[in-house]
């Protein structure tokens, strides 16, 4: 995806070698031309799988998850972080440690939404610990759903989520991956 290296190489902002910052683009304003192009893409990448729903985590998540579900034309998911007082259902839990925000997350999806029926593709923007991803993979086991993979926009390959996500059989596709962030600088893998 050379539109989305482009981008995160002319607006991404190097906060720390640990965090870049998309907010021109992702995670504040969003850029809807490049979001359909990256819908369409893991569309494409995971057009074999039989993908059923797209699941996703609020709020960074959704615009993406949204394109890939529209391009899939399957529903979107997404995992919300506090239980809202309407929620009286059955739900699924995961519990996920925020990387940039240092604290613990509860997530879930009511289980009206996920069945043991459902081949779901995971979707987030970012990918670092791997934190996020293993909590809705939980609820995807909860739910007694398949797996087919992991779709994220930009994977941070120095931290370990990745690897340890592949390592354990887990389809991951990332579209950018980053070697490191030095002197504020982005280098990608
Ligand atoms: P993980 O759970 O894999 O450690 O981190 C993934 C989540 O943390 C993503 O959902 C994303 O919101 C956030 N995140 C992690 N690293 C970064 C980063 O460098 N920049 C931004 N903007 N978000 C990040």
């Known amino acids: 995806m050379e539109l989305l290296k482009q981008k995160i190489l002319n607006e991404g902002k190097v906060i720390s070698d640990q965090i870049l910052k998309v907010d021109s683009f992702l995670n504040h304003q969003i850029d809807p031309v490049l979001m359909e192009a ?3 893409e893991f569309a494409k990448r995971f057009a074999q799988s039989k ?3 797209v699941l996703t985590l609020e709020a960074s998540g959704i615009a993406v998850a949204l394109m890939t579900g529209l391009a899939l034309r399957v529903p979107v998911v997404f995992a919300k972080k506090k239980r809202p007082s309407t929620l009286t259902d059955t739900a699924y839990f995961g519990r996920i440690h925020s990387f940039t925000k240092e604290e613990d997350v509860d997530i879930m ?3 009206n939404y996920l069945n043991n029926n459902d081949r779901v593709l995971v979707i987030d923007d970012f990918l670092a610990t791997g934190e996020a991803s293993r909590g ?6 909860q739910a007694g759903a398949t797996l087919v993979g992991v779709g994220i926009v930009i994977e941070k390959a120095f931290q370990d ?3 340890s996500l592949r390592d354990e059989g887990v389809r991951v596709e990332s579209l950018a991956r980053i070697a490191k962030l030095e002197n504020g600088s982005i280098y990608f893998l």
């Open 109 to 111: 999806v009511s289980a």
């Open 51 to 53: 993908v059923t729903k």
């Open 38 to 40: 990256i819908g369409t």
């Open 136 to 141: 809705m993979i939980e609820i995807v086991h």
């Open 161 to 163: 989520g990745g690897n």
